[in-house]
Antibody
């Protein structure tokens, strides 16, 4: 069965960077893309970017351009999301999700990133 | 890219039908038939309910349906049930080859 397992919760200081991983299993990793979506406490979903796991092509939301980097390791069937220059507004639950066509059909369990000053 | 506009809340009695609207622009909702809808219960990951405007994934109740007119997409829940109480988000592909979510709608079953 398809599974996306994310890395554990992180606590970071303002100005630091965080790297969240998303390990895929149960399907051919390189045949699908992965989206990253975040949700601040009590707030809505926010799309951050995506990567084609096959060819590595990426696209980011303009809001995060320059601060986010999404990469993948095909040998490990894992996608990574690196967010730099963290501020308190980056405290959120970060999700990875598999993309089929134009929609997300499987989601990771979420990784809580807490940014403290 | 601004978030798509959804009403903050919609409510209905059990058995009734409700519709949630999602308004964008010609650069997103209006330009592509790539609108999806997600249901999210508290503390849970989002769940796909509708994709490509009108398509329902297997396992999703027939009570959920989607449509689009111009720059506005909509999700209709018919025969409202207590388990439908959740947050709902629309999502659209955009002209920049990115995606954007709606602001989210809290559905309350009275």
């Amino acid at each position: 069965q398809v599974q996306l397992v994310q890395s554990g919760a992180e606590v970071k200081k303002s100005g630091a960077s965080v790297k969240v991983s998303c390990k895929a299993s149960g399907y051919i990793f390189t045949e699908y893309a992965i989206h990253w979506v975040r949700q601040a406490p009590g707030q809505g979903l926010e799309w951050m970017g995506w990567i084609n796991a096959g060819n590595g092509n990426r696209k980011y939301s303009q809001k995060f351009q320059g601060r986010v980097t999404i990469t993948r390791d095909t040998s490990a069937s894992t996608v990574y999301m690196d967010l730099s220059s963290l501020g308190s507004e980056d405290t959120a639950l970060y999700y990875c999700a598999r993309v089929t066509g134009t929609y997300c059909d499987y989601w990771g369990q979420g990784t809580l990133v807490t940014v403290s000053s | 890219q601004s978030a798509l506009t959804q009403p903050a809340s919609v409510s209905g009695s059990p058995g009734q039908s409700i519709t949630i609207f999602c308004t964008g622009t010609s650069s997103d909702v209006g330009g592509y038939n790539y609108v999806s809808w997600y249901q999210q219960h508290p503390g849970k990951a989002p769940k796909l309910m509708i994709y490509d405007v009108t398509n329902r994934p297997s396992g999703v109740s027939y009570r959920f349906s989607g449509s689009k007119s111009g720059n506005t997409a909509s999700l209709t829940i018919s025969g409202l049930q207590a388990e439908d109480e959740a947050d709902y988000y629309c999502n659209s592909f955009t002209i920049s080859s990115t995606y954007v979510f709606g602001t989210g709608t809290k559905v309350t079953v009275l």
